[in-house]
């Protein structure tokens, strides 16, 4: 039975599939141009319009399997922004990826991030908080 079921929506729903997939594509395509955009922006040092710019990026609702890149984005622009000495800006990055991210795990990832990021700054407890949030995350992941 469920064999018809599968081929009933096949042939009166075959765009599904392929909608998902354009809405993916689209989706990419706007995110890896947004991202172009923070890194000029960094490039040229116009830090008070990168909040702006990587916000566009990580209001995008990934789906679920490709949260990853949402979480590698976070990455890659905060090690920017903290190569230009800009921390609060790295900050205020990783907690938009942080809050545009729906799984443990990649708000565990995140959350070491943060904590790296505080080490570095010399703020050593607030860093223990970040690895502790993200243990318990990673914990709680079946």
Same mark, same amino acid.
């Given at each position: ?19 998902? =997939? /354009? ?25 008070? /319009?990168?909040?702006?710019? &990587?916000? /566009? ?8 399997? @490709? ?20 921390? =609060? ?16 795990? &990649? /708000?565990?990832?995140?959350? @070491? ?12 407890? =607030?860093?223990? =908080? ?13």
């Amino acid at each position: 039975m469920p064999n018809i079921f599968v081929l009933f929506l096949l042939l009166f729903h075959p765009q599904s599939a392929t909608d998902s =997939e /354009k809405n993916w594509e689209q989706m990419r395509s706007t995110a890896e141009s947004q991202h172009e955009i923070v890194m000029l922006l960094i490039k040229r040092q116009d830090f008070d /319009k990168i909040a702006t710019a &990587s916000q /566009k990026i990580f209001r995008l609702r990934f789906p679920g399997n @490709k949260e990853h890149l949402l979480v590698r984005e976070g990455q890659i622009l905060a090690d920017a922004l903290i190569h230009h000495g800009q921390h =609060e800006l790295a900050h205020r990055v990783l907690a938009q990826a942080l809050n545009s991210v729906r799984s443990n795990l &990649s /708000k565990a990832h995140l959350y @070491k991030e943060i904590a790296y990021l505080c080490t570095k700054e010399g703020k050593d407890e =607030e860093a223990m =908080e970040h690895f502790e949030k993200a243990v318990e995350l990673e914990n709680s992941v079946p």
